[in-house]
């Protein structure tokens, strides 16, 4: 695995505020799945949770697969337009290139507010139409929805998929996850998605409780908060789960699998904007 050069003149374009001494969880994850959006900071803080759960990496890979599971699935209900809330950097076989292939006319709107996801996602979105990144907090349904760019790229009179994969883990109230939650579904159309993965305890197979300690520990100024399946299941609150409802994210769907899949530790669900 590589990551990126060290020096602040590198073409990434770094915006003032990044502190490239400070680890990031979006950066680390990128570090898991093998990307190169990551500094040395991020890859030591990778080992040093990977020492805890040796299968991290394969649980990231684990969640990416669900991504492209979820987002096809939403490609063949009809739905083009996606909004993918901390979505990390968009490498190879992330949502836009996935819904494309399905949908070519589908519309990506991807959403961080890590500056060097951020701006390594412009770079890698240069020349791709139908695909853009704001830089905002995904806690603020309101600022998101109605930014220029959102409005700009999705019309959000016509169905959309809401995308928070594995990312709700990092915000400690429950209450209000829930609440914001409740805010897109409401700023979406009905027959709109919410799909939704988050680090589980529930599953005995993997030790995310060391994970979280690890994380808890670190110089990344987050902090992991694993939910069992009724916190889960109470973010989907005012939606209708498809089938095969709330699943460890290897079993969603787990028949558009080739070969035999790992442990996750994560929970997975799609839920259907009611008419």
Same mark, same amino acid.
Not at 51 to 79: D, Y
Not at 226 to 231: A, I, L, N, V
Not at 238 to 247: F, S
């Given at each position: ?7 602040? #003149? ?44 040796? %299968?991290? /990496? ?25 909004? $993918? ?13 996935? /819904?494309?292939? =399905? ?10 507010? #890590?500056?060097?996801?951020?701006? =390594? ?8 139409? %139908?695909? &853009?990144?704001?830089?905002? $907090?995904?806690? $603020? ?8 760019? &959102? ?9 959309? /998929? ?50 979280? #300690?690890?994380? %808890?520990?670190? %110089? ?54 009611? #008419?």
């Amino acid at each position: 695995m590589t990551g990126l050069d060290e020096s602040p #003149e590198r073409a990434y374009r770094l915006s003032g505020d990044t502190d490239v001494g400070c680890p990031s969880p979006a950066r680390v994850y990128d570090y898991w799945l093998g990307g190169s959006a990551n500094f040395a900071v991020d890859r030591e803080l990778g080992d040093h949770i990977a020492e805890s759960e040796p %299968r991290i /990496a394969n649980m990231a890979r684990e969640n990416r697969s669900l991504l492209r599971r979820m987002v096809s699935h939403c490609c063949r209900q009809g739905v083009d337009q996606f909004l $993918d809330l901390g979505s990390g950097v968009p490498t190879i076989g992330n949502v836009h290139e996935i /819904a494309h292939r =399905h949908a070519p006319g589908s519309r990506v709107v991807y959403v961080d507010s #890590e500056p060097v996801t951020v701006s =390594h996602s412009e770079l890698l979105l240069e020349g791709v139409d %139908r695909a &853009t990144i704001l830089r905002s $907090d995904l806690t $603020d349904p309101a600022e998101v929805l109605n930014s220029p760019v &959102t409005r700009g790229m999705l019309d959000l009179n016509r169905p959309v /998929a809401v995308l928070l994969l594995c990312v709700l883990q990092y915000f400690p109230d429950t209450d209000r996850l829930r609440d914001t939650v409740a805010k897109y579904r409401a700023g979406v159309a009905p027959g709109s998605y919410i799909a939704i993965s988050h680090l589980t305890t529930d599953d005995s197979d993997v030790n995310t409780s060391g994970l979280a #300690e690890r994380i %808890r520990h670190s %110089r990344a100024g987050h902090q992991a908060h694993p939910r069992d399946f009724g916190e889960i299941l109470s973010l989907f609150e005012g939606t209708r789960l498809v089938e095969p409802g709330i699943r460890y994210a290897q079993h969603w769907h787990h028949g558009e699998i080739a070969g035999p899949t790992e442990p996750s530790g994560i929970y997975a669900g799609l839920a259907r904007v009611p #008419e």
